[in-house]
């Protein structure tokens, strides 16, 4: 039952994380000195790529790396000796099962900007993400 509950809670603060289209439509038109700047994007690794007509696209990673295991120790085991006379001759035989389920993934929200002559023409990220009034432009970046 609590697993239950907190699974519902989970769903129902993650319906809330949307990405606004407000956040999206304040980057257009900014001069990317306030992307250079920008407190948040600062502290994400940032791929930096071209298209072949010269925009040039960045993508801001935000994300992380999942693992999870389930280890589930079952089967047999058994430990059997034998000895005819001498050491020489001894004959030990050990059998042991055992399972272990893990899997891993990385989750991530991908802040992809295109740019071009040194604005910002749009901001689509793309993935696990949500947005809020953080993501956009912050004040004062022209003194930066």
Request: aromatic share 10%; with cysteine; proline share 3%.
């Amino acid at each position: 039952m609590k697993k239950t509950l907190l699974i519902l809670c989970l769903l129902y603060l993650t319906s809330c994380l949307t990405v606004r289209q407000q956040d999206l439509d304040a980057w257009q038109g900014v001069p990317v000195s306030a992307l250079d700047t920008h407190s948040i994007f600062l502290t994400m690794p940032m791929v930096k790529t071209y298209s072949a007509k010269g925009t040039e696209i960045r993508n801001y990673v935000n994300g992380q790396t999942i693992s999870r295991c389930n280890s589930n120790a079952y089967g047999t085991g058994n430990v059997s000796a034998q000895s005819f006379g001498n050491s020489a001759n001894a004959i030990s035989m050990s059998n042991f099962n055992a399972f272990q389920n893990c899997s891993s993934g990385f989750v991530a929200c991908n802040n992809i900007f295109y740019i071009k002559e040194g604005r910002v023409l749009e901001y689509k990220p793309s993935g696990k993400c949500f947005t809020n009034e953080t993501a956009q432009p912050e004040k004062g970046w022209e003194n930066l």
